[in-house]
């Protein structure tokens, strides 16, 4: 099993960025997909979350708006597409996928960075 975000870096306040997290190893679709993030010397947040299907999306108040979440199961893929960012979104951000159909069943990606900085 694997989750493997890209696409973070540095970009400056205002900025866009599209995170992608690829998947493999397991059913994609009948997995519930999120974002969570970390800052520096805070707990992990959820960021995003979207259904097997796409049909819903949910979002954490900070970033509602701004950030859309996607995916593609033909792909086996999710994507985190970030706009008008600000320093507060700095953060290591992580792919988890959670299991619809069996209970327990869950994956976390390793992060990618993301920094909002001038």
């Known amino acids: 099993v694997q989750l493997v975000e890209s696409g973070g870096g540095l970009v400056q306040p205002g900025g866009s960025l599209r995170l992608s997290c690829a998947a493999s190893?397991?059913?994609?679709?009948?997995?519930?997909m999120s974002w969570f993030r970390q800052a520096p010397g805070k707990e992990r947040e959820l960021v995003a979350t979207?259904?097997?299907?796409?049909?819903?999306?949910t979002f954490a108040d900070s970033v509602k708006g701004r950030f859309t979440i996607s995916r593609d199961n033909a792909k086996n893929s999710v994507y985190l597409q970030m706009n008008s960012l600000n320093a507060e979104d700095t953060a290591v951000y992580y792919c988890?996928?959670?299991?619809?159909?069996?209970?327990?069943?869950?994956?976390w990606g390793k992060g990618t960075l993301v920094t909002v900085s001038s």
């Open positions: 190893g397991f059913p994609f679709s009948n997995y519930v």
């Open positions: 988890y996928a959670r299991s619809a159909v069996l209970t327990g069943m869950e994956y």
């Open positions: 979207i259904t097997r299907a796409g049909r819903t999306t």
